[in-house]
Structures are given as structure tokens and as C-alpha cells.
């Protein structure tokens, strides 16, 4: 016997030994009884490392932007310095603000002044309660439009500073030092700090599969280590191709060095389990676009048409046509499965 067909032998006795324990006489001429194993069926998809959500940086007041330095790429922390809006209606506008400040101080002033007069004349009887209770009302307006007018300036000058809303990387920048702008208007586009997840798409029988709470894997295109994942959002449109989009966040925080927005990389995770035959590859026939295995009866050995699942090592599930306990023949199966073949051909005339 060649080396290559004594190594197909002692395999095949090993795969017998793994689901029954001890070999029946059968074994010799190469069969074995199947058992079942419980199958995970893997969802095997390709991902993308992408931002949870985008923030926009918008200006509050008309003007001019000046010092504005922040790049494409660049991390900022919260609270820093973009740049800041000047020009003429800035300008405006904090005069404006500066003057209502100034009237409404006014009026504080003399609406007290005047209080002030109708109390002493009130102790001298000379004016009445009514008139020293209107001034009094008075005076409290013009303190609270003095309140509103400070808040307002001050509102004003923080406006004159951009800055960044949040900690991140700057994904966008929508204006330049120079340009009008107006309020509303977005000036730059910022990715927060530690918001990625992995966005990818299923379809078919997979998607149908899908729910949240899954978990898997997520290996990065170009090498390293898998980072474990898991279904955190499951996207109620469906994609332009047909699939389910879904959104993935990591198992375990923190983020890995090498996570960052565009990452490519492939994605599994673990489906549904399933309780299914097993059967050594080897014994797998292929013909004419179907799947068989000879199954050892006390008549002989009989070709069964099998639906064959995922292969795991030496060992292949079978979807349906076996059942556990049938024995197979492994050792020469297509070799067996073809002589019985050609023993029922009849050549032509």
C-alpha cells in the first residue's frame, strides 16, 4: 500500500475513535458510524471603521473669520481655539451691544437717583406711597435691562472665539481666514474623540440572522490581532444593494491603537447553533453537481445524495440525507462510489 493511502487509513480510524470510542469490525474495510456536533454558523461580511456621529462647528454671529488654523487630520481638545470673526459688523455689533450697555446703566442710574429723592420726600410727606412704589418698580426694571445688556456683550465676545465643541479630529474644513460669514453657518466638521464603531452590510440568509446583541470578530486588513465585537445597532433602511447595515462597537474599552476612521478589515460573527452530522471530508462524493456518500448496509454499499454545511478540520457538517449513526465509507469512497457506477454501465451498441 502506498504511504499517501496507509495515511487516508489511520486517519480515518482516528475520526472513529473521536465519536465512538472503539472500532467496529467494519472499520477495517474503512467505515465508520457518524456522530453530531453543534455547529455555529459564522456571518462573514467585510467592515469599515467609521464615526458614531459627526460634530459641526457653526458660527452664532455675523463676520469676518480671521486666525482660523485648524487642518484636515488635526486633533483638538474642547474648549480650544479655532479661530475667531471680525470685521465691520462684528464691529457693529459690539458697539451696538456696548451702547445698549451704556443707556441701560443710564437709566439705572437715574431711575435710582430718583427713588432716592421720593424717599426723602415721602418722610417729609410730600410725596405719596404710590409714587415711591413705581419708582421702585422702576428701578428694578432698569437693573435686570442692565443684567441683559452685560449678559448680551459678553455673549458677543465669547461668539467672537470659535472653538471646538469637543475633543476630536478635525474630518472637514467648509471655510477660510477672510471669508463672510453668516449665523448658522458651518465653518468645520470635527469626529469625537473615542466614537468610532465598524459599520457593515449583510444580505441574504445572513441578514435574516442578524440581531443585536451578536458578537464576533473584527480583524483589520493588513495583519493584527482580531478585536472581539459586538451588534449594537441594526439600520431599519435597508442598504442600495439590498442588505442589512449594521453598527458594531467593541466588546471590551478601549479602542485599539489602530482603529481609526476608514480602517478596512473582515468581520465574523457567531450565528445561530445547530445540532448537525458530521463526516470525514474524505467520504464526500461529487457528481455530476451533487453531493453523495456510500452508506454501509447489510446489502452492500448504497450511494446517498447528502446536502453538505461547513467544513470544521477533517470533518464536514451535513445539512440532511444521514443520520447519526449511519455508516459511511471513508477510505477509497470515490473510488468506491465510481466502480459501482461502471459495474451498471452498459456501453453502447
Not at 455555529?40 to 473669520?65: E, I, S
Not at 466638521?189 to 451578536?214: C, E, F, K, N
Amino acid at each position: 500500500m502506498l504511504w499517501w493511502a496507509r495515511a487516508i487509513v489511520v486517519a480515518a480510524c482516528a475520526l472513529r475513535v473521536a465519536f465512538a470510542g472503539t472500532l467496529p469490525a467494519d472499520a477495517a474495510r474503512g467505515c465508520m458510524p457518524v456522530g453530531t456536533q453543534v455547529i455555529v454558523r459564522a456571518l462573514h461580511a467585510y467592515g469599515q471603521v467609521a464615526p458614531m456621529t459627526v460634530v459641526r462647528v457653526r458660527v452664532a454671529a455675523p463676520g469676518t473669520l480671521a486666525g482660523l488654523r485648524a487642518l484636515q487630520g488635526r486633533r483638538v481638545t474642547e474648549g480650544e481655539a479655532l479661530g475667531r470673526l471680525g470685521g465691520p459688523r462684528m464691529q457693529t455689533l459690539r458697539v451696538d451691544r456696548a451702547q445698549a450697555l451704556r443707556s441701560a446703566e443710564a437709566r439705572e442710574h437715574a431711575a435710582g437717583r430718583l427713588l432716592r429723592g421720593l424717599q426723602r420726600r415721602r418722610e417729609a410727606q410730600l410725596a405719596t406711597r404710590q409714587a415711591v412704589d413705581a419708582a421702585q418698580r422702576d428701578l428694578t426694571a432698569a437693573r435686570a435691562a442692565v443684567r441683559i445688556a452685560k449678559a448680551q456683550l459678553q455673549e458677543l465676545r465669547a461668539l467672537e472665539v470659535l472653538r471646538a465643541p469637543t475633543a476630536g479630529t478635525v474630518l472637514a474644513v467648509q471655510a477660510a481666514n477672510g471669508e463672510e460669514v453668516e449665523p448658522g453657518e458651518t465653518i468645520m466638521t470635527l469626529q469625537p474623540a473615542g466614537r468610532l464603531w465598524i459599520r457593515a452590510t449583510y444580505d441574504g440568509a445572513d441578514a435574516a440572522a442578524l440581531h443585536v446583541g451578536m458578537r464576533g470578530r473584527f480583524a483589520p486588513a493588513g495583519g493584527g490581532d482580531a478585536m472581539p465585537v459586538e451588534v449594537a445597532s441594526m439600520f431599519a433602511a435597508m442598504a442600495n444593494d439590498g442588505g442589512v447595515q449594521v453598527g458594531l462597537v467593541p466588546q471590551h474599552a478601549p479602542l485599539p491603537p489602530w482603529w481609526i476612521n476608514g480602517q478596512w478589515g473582515s468581520l465574523t460573527l457567531d450565528g445561530p447553533a445547530r445540532r448537525m452530522v458530521m463526516v470525514p471530508t474524505q467520504a464526500l462524493v461529487l457528481d455530476d453537481g451533487r453531493w453523495w456518500v456510500l452508506v454501509h448496509t447489510p446489502k452492500g454499499d448504497m450511494p446517498r445524495r447528502v446536502v453538505p454545511g461547513p467544513a470544521h478540520g477533517w470533518l464536514t457538517a451535513v445539512a440532511s440525507g444521514l443520520q447519526p449513526g449511519d455508516d459511511v465509507v471513508v477510505t477509497d469512497a470515490y473510488l468506491e462510489f465510481h466502480r459501482g457506477i461502471a459495474r451498471a454501465y452498459t456501453p453502447p451498441d
